[in-house]
């Protein structure tokens, strides 16, 4: 049975988080949600430290934090034209994409099988990829808005639908590291992130220290 420090060792792919690992479109996932209330007459509205705090959520948690008053059912249809309102301003105006991600994902991507799972709507991680132009470099990706499923069975189904044998997953929350290690895959934890978290295999500052570490480190 392979060990996490045989994994650690010498991985055979890489399995990113998107919000806090490779990007940060909080602004404009915030301005999506004022939009939206503004749309539909709704005294509320967010601030982009409100949704920093909320990133990494599965759906039902997220927006039973944000739209507390409606129903689960109403909540998932409203957050429909909300998300829809993502997707068309990621389109416009994108987000702010991690130094060192467009330069170092080419070169890993020659040296390691590539994912994205995240805990995003359905189609976030394609507008993503489009927006960043590294559709190109991933093999495959899973969004929550998907299948529903946690984060830790769409980690193991790319394990196992592409025979992954030393998979990293790589996040910026606590929540991340939990998820990873249910799925028994070792965790690197991007401390530039969203999130705090006390437990890893590996930190980096950057994603331009991780990228320069895996690239050099099993030559």
Not at 50 to 66: K, P, R, S, V, Y
Not at 118 to 147: V, W, Y
Not at 151 to 158: F, P, Y
């Amino acid at each position: 049975m392979k060990t996490e420090e045989d994994h650690k060792k010498n991985p055979d792919a890489l399995l990113f988080d998107m919000d806090g690992t490779l990007w940060d479109a909080v602004n404009t996932y915030t301005l999506a949600w004022n939009k939206y209330f503004e749309n539909h007459g709704l005294d509320k509205h967010l601030s982009k430290t409100d949704l920093d705090n909320l990133m990494g959520l599965e759906e039902g948690a997220f927006l039973e934090i944000i739209l507390p008053e409606f129903s689960e059912n109403e909540r998932a249809q409203r957050y429909k034209e909300v998300v829809q309102l993502q997707y068309d301003l990621i389109n416009d105006i994108g987000g702010e994409i991690y130094p060192g991600v467009t330069e170092f994902l080419p070169l890993l991507q020659k040296k390691y099988k590539l994912f994205i799972v995240s805990n995003c709507p359905e189609f976030t991680i394609k507008h993503f990829m489009k927006f960043a132009r590294i559709d190109h470099l991933i093999i495959d990706s899973f969004s929550h808005g998907q299948n529903y499923k946690a984060k830790h069975e769409n980690i193991s189904s790319l394990i196992s639908t592409y025979q992954l044998k030393r998979p990293l997953y790589i996040g910026d929350t606590h929540s991340d590291m939990i998820q990873s290690k249910k799925a028994e895959v070792p965790f690197i934890f991007m401390s530039y992130g969203f999130g705090q978290c006390a437990s890893f295999d590996q930190s980096f500052d950057s994603f331009q220290d991780f990228a320069r570490y895996y690239l050099n480190a099993y030559i």
